[in-house]
């Protein structure tokens, strides 16, 4: 079965630096990605996806991600942190291609310090 | 456009009551979805419907039904509420094939 791995419950960024989340993935077959950002007591957003075209995703709000396969990893960076980046990010894999359900990582809660 | 709507936004039971949570969609999605979130546990997944008169059991399908009236709607029903199942519960709908979800406000629901 398909899952991701995102490590660090919280993550304390200073407003201006650089965020990375990072996510690892174990799949069997050629994986879509996906990072979704949950602001307080709010529903998921769709942050980017990863599909096999471009490694390089870029997504909303500044933010993209690379998928490597070598690695086996799809890590989500911000260059510059602002306050509203506060909120909780998801990766998720999709575990079969096509069908439409996807397995969520724990979740990384993202502090930005003034 | 009002995307995926979900009622109630809050609900407090008591041990052994029921409830349904209710849930539509209007971007014509094949797919529905039902999860729960839970501090540190990520979003797992309860049911979903991958088109219109299918439904089936994902992780933690244990304590509840759903139903998925038509091809908009998909509700979670919850027969006899544990405190266990105090959770926020999201719902979520995806084109056939395309695998981006999109989900609703989420219910707070609390099992005393």
């Known amino acids: 079965a398909q899952s991701v791995t995102q490590l660090g419950s919280h993550v304390s960024v200073s407003e201006g630096a650089l965020v990375l989340l990072r996510c690892n993935y174990s799949?069997?077959?050629?994986?879509?990605l996906f990072w979704y950002v949950q602001y307080p007591n709010q529903g998921l957003q769709l942050l980017l996806k990863?599909?096999?075209?471009?490694?390089l995703v870029k997504g909303i709000n500044g933010f993209e991600a690379e998928f490597k396969k070598s690695e086996t990893s799809f890590h989500l960076t911000k260059p510059s942190a602002h306050m509203r980046d506060a909120a909780e990010y998801f990766c998720?894999?999709?575990?079969?291609?096509?069908?439409?359900?996807?397995?969520f990582g724990k979740g990384n809660q993202v502090v930005v310090i003034p | 456009n009002a995307g995926v709507t979900q009622t109630p936004k809050f609900q407090v039971l008591k041990t052994g009551q029921s409830m349904t949570l209710q849930c539509a969609q209007d971007?014509?999605?094949?797919?529905m979805y039902w999860y729960r979130q839970d501090p540190g546990m990520g979003l797992r997944l309860i049911y979903y419907?991958?088109?219109?008169?299918?439904?089936d059991k994902g992780e933690v399908p244990n304590g509840y039904n759903v139903s998925r009236l038509n091809k908009r709607e998909f509700s979670l029903r919850l027969e006899s509420a544990a405190p266990s199942q105090t959770s926020v519960y999201f719902c979520?709908?995806?084109?056939?094939?395309?695998?981006?979800?999109?989900f609703g406000p989420g219910t707070r629901l609390t099992v005393l």
């Open positions: 979520a709908s995806s084109a056939y094939q395309t695998d981006t979800q999109y």
């Open positions: 799949s069997s077959v050629p994986p879509y």
């Open positions: 990863y599909t096999s075209a471009a490694t």
């Open positions: 998720a894999v999709s575990v079969t291609p096509g069908n439409n359900r996807l397995a």
């Open positions: 971007m014509n999605h094949n797919s």
């Open positions: 419907s991958a088109s219109e008169g299918t439904t």
